[in-house]
């Protein structure tokens, strides 16, 4: 059974743009309810930590210098099976080869700098939600604490 949130992040190339409104009414036209959002700014050290699971790999370097170059926007989404419909609405990680009409297709600049991050599966949105936010900043559509339950 799939699982009712996910997480995301809106990149600090997309901020920069000014995409933030755009890609949240895509994402509010999609039925997600934005359970939890702030804007914060990384430090080298939490976005190593974040993207550790890509440490060793030719692109961690440069992703850690783009996700501590500004700030972004990080949001707990919910919906009935979060992860796999944001995974549609974002697109593939290559704008290039993404479907028309998705966030990475209309507002990436590059694979590197492809706009947004989307959970892959319900284990890590909630690892990753639990990075930004306390129990005590997360709430669901009738303004209760959200639980988020393995």
């Known amino acids: 059974m ?5 997480f995301t ?3 600090p190339g997309a901020v920069a743009h ?3 409104g755009d890609i ?3 994402i509010s036209e999609a039925g997600f309810w934005t359970a939890a959002m702030k804007y914060v700014k990384l430090s080298p050290g939490q976005a190593s930590y974040f993207y550790d699971v890509h440490r060793g790999k030719p692109f961690f370097d440069g992703l850690v210098d783009f996700m ?3 700030p972004i926007l990080v949001a707990i989404l919910e919906r009935e099976n979060a ?3 944001y995974r549609k609405l974002i697109g593939n990680t290559d704008p290039a ?3 028309p009409g998705t966030i990475r297709k209309l507002f990436a600049e590059s694979i590197q700098r492809n706009a947004v991050h989307g959970s892959d599966s319900d284990i890590n949105a909630r690892k990753e939600a639990d990075f930004f936010f306390s129990k005590s900043e997360r709430f669901d559509r009738h303004g ?6 393995p």
């Open 2 to 6: 799939s699982g009712n949130i996910t």
């Open 9 to 11: 992040i809106i990149k």
């Open 18 to 20: 000014e995409h933030i």
């Open 24 to 26: 949240l009414k895509m």
């Open 68 to 70: 501590t170059s500004g």
């Open 83 to 85: 992860v796999e419909a």
């Open 97 to 99: 080869k993404a479907e």
């Open 144 to 149: 209760n604490f959200l639980e988020l339950v």
